[in-house]
């Protein structure tokens, strides 16, 4: 099977998914805060790496004689799972304009937790050194671009949402 088609549920998930849940969260989504220094290396290393984890799934087969191949499963639908939850989470923001309901009660970033392992379950499903390096790239880089949204996000939220950042993990 043609690696492209474990693609496809995040593309739909990102885009249909938030676009049905909410118009205006599609363009959120989208946005990305004004960048210092080496987050703004750092976006065009998140902008490169999304791409060629895109193309090169077009390159890649899923290993369905594999060893690894329910563990990756497993972790690919959780990641799917997770993206799903996220995605509609984010599409409804409180009134304030801050998500802190559903998964943003545990995470303030639920989203690339998810994406990380949705994109870790493609690595064990095509067992692909290159796709293990493009993961470590994405989300070393994602890293950097969370740090300017929470700089961003406590500018334009003020008080919200540093209480919110000191109740609530980053990540996990």
């Known amino acids: 099977m043609n690696g492209f088609f474990l693609i496809v ?30 987050e703004k290396a750092a976006y065009w290393l998140y902008q490169l790496s999304t791409a060629a984890i895109f193309i090169y799934s077009f390159f890649v087969k899923v ?25 509609v989470n984010f599409g409804r923001p409180q ?7 559903g998964l943003y009660r545990f995470s303030r970033n639920p989203m690339y ?7 870790l379950g493609c690595v064990l499903l095509w067992q ?4 293990l390096f ?7 880089t994602a890293h950097w671009i969370i740090l300017s949204e929470e700089r961003w996000c406590a500018a334009a939220f003020g008080e919200d949402y540093r209480h919110y ?8």
């Open 63 to 87: 290993k369905l004689q594999s060893n690894l191949l329910i563990s990756g499963m497993i972790v690919y639908c959780v990641g799917i799972v997770l993206c799903i939850v996220s995605t």
């Open 9 to 38: 549920p995040l593309l739909i998930i990102r885009y249909g998914v938030l676009y049905a849940v909410n118009r205006d969260a599609l363009k959120r989504a989208a946005f990305f805060p004004p960048m210092v220094g080496g």
């Open 128 to 131: 692909s050194l290159v796709m």
């Open 113 to 119: 937790v998810a994406y990380f392992l949705y994109l």
């Open 165 to 172: 950042m000191k109740q609530t993990r980053r990540y996990i």
């Open 95 to 101: 009134r304030n304009g801050i998500n802190t309901k």
């Open 134 to 140: 493009l993961l470590i790239i994405f989300q070393l």
